[in-house]
């Protein structure tokens, strides 16, 4: 491995930052709670995505102590299709920790910030680099992308041990401005190196020392682990109507989509016929099927094939709550595998 090559970035990186970088919302200023916030929301999300929970967040709950003491159903709204709930159960996890042991002032150091629960050592890296300056590196898939293709490395990008490796060489050469450096890595892996597209090797700022570049193999990396087969479950999913009410039900308050709500479902794949049995053994009288529809949803390691069953029934019960539509659309936190049911209801 080559570190001296990396001695170039700073030099080239930071004036290119402060000449393209993107005007994003958590940019504006280096509150720790704004960066903590923003980090949390892109892991496993798009920018664009990101952009509207983030105001829309802060609009709910500007302050930390106001996160801290959030009761649980407007967080999950306010987190509502964004996925990875447990994301948002340890933000107000940590702001707890934040008022308790921090007499509710951010804490300033790595092992301090790295110590809230939820925050790994990527995030606690951008945030005490990004707001306190500390040469702290971030390195996430963004950044493991760019280094891989600057020194022409096809070690698997996932392995521990090369994430370890880049930590390191990048500490080794962190500039005074830490924190712009941070970001300027962060959106070089994000534009003109980003992933499931081709370099734009022209552009960068960095072309003239790539290695991947000079090599002609830029387009080729990063090499990645192969990824395990993911586990397919079916469930059928029944989306019950009575007089404009529909019934609804919390999930565990651990394991998968924990505390959220959802759709009554079960095991396996029924079709319509089965599906109305089932609905009269929850004391319920079918009263119309309206239609059936199949869909899919994708955890890291699970795929749901799911099959929906649209019905009417004749009376409510206490199997179950009954909610108006205003109440789910303002209450209900339902996860992106049930929502994309009560996004098609107005079709039905």
């Not at 293709?149 to 096809?154: K, Q, S, V």
């Not at 090369?162 to 534009?191: C, H, W």
């Not at 992933?195 to 990645?224: E, I, W």
Request: charged letters at 25%; a positive charge; proline letters at 7%.
């Amino acid at each position: 491995m080559d570190s001296n090559i990396l001695n170039h970035l700073p030099g080239v990186l930071l004036p290119w930052f402060y000449k393209e970088k993107r005007d994003l919302p958590w940019r504006q200023d280096k509150d720790p709670y704004h960066v903590w916030l923003s980090e949390i929301m892109l892991q496993q999300t798009r920018v664009e995505a990101v952009k509207g929970y983030y105001t829309r967040f802060l609009g709910a709950l500007p302050t930390i102590a106001e996160l801290a003491n959030a009761d649980d159903e407007l967080l999950h709204k306010l987190w509502e299709g964004l996925g990875y709930y447990s994301r948002v159960r340890n933000l107000k996890k940590a702001a707890q920790t934040v008022m308790d042991i921090h007499a509710g002032s951010f804490p300033n150091t790595y092992d301090s910030i790295r110590s809230l629960p939820g925050i790994g050592p990527y995030t606690a890296g951008a945030i005490a680099s990004i707001c306190y300056d500390l040469p702290t590196p971030a390195v996430d898939g963004n950044v493991l992308r760019v280094i891989s293709r600057i020194c022409n490395e096809d070690t698997p990008i996932d392995s521990p041990a090369y994430k370890k490796s880049v930590q390191q060489r990048l500490a080794a050469i962190y500039p005074n401005r830490a924190g712009d450096f941070t970001q300027a890595l962060m959106e070089l892996g994000a534009t003109l190196c980003g992933p499931n597209r081709a370099p734009q090797c022209k552009a960068c700022p960095c072309a003239s020392f790539c290695k991947a570049h000079a090599a002609g193999t830029a387009a080729r990396l990063p090499v990645k682990s192969p990824k395990k087969a993911k586990k397919d479950e079916e469930k059928t999913v029944f989306i019950l109507s009575c007089d404009g009410f529909y019934a609804l039900q919390k999930r565990p308050d651990k394991g998968l989509l924990a505390g959220l709500w959802e759709f009554p479902n079960v095991p396996g794949r029924l079709d319509m016929a089965s599906g109305l049995e089932t609905v009269k053994l929850w004391g319920l009288t079918p009263r119309q099927p309206l239609r059936q529809v199949e869909r899919q949803h994708i955890f890291t390691h699970i795929r749901w094939q799911l099959q929906g069953l649209y019905l009417e029934v004749a009376e409510k019960n206490d199997a179950f709550v009954w909610l108006s539509a205003d109440e789910i659309r303002q209450q209900a936190a339902l996860p992106t595998a049930f929502r994309q049911f009560w996004e098609e209801i107005d079709h039905v």
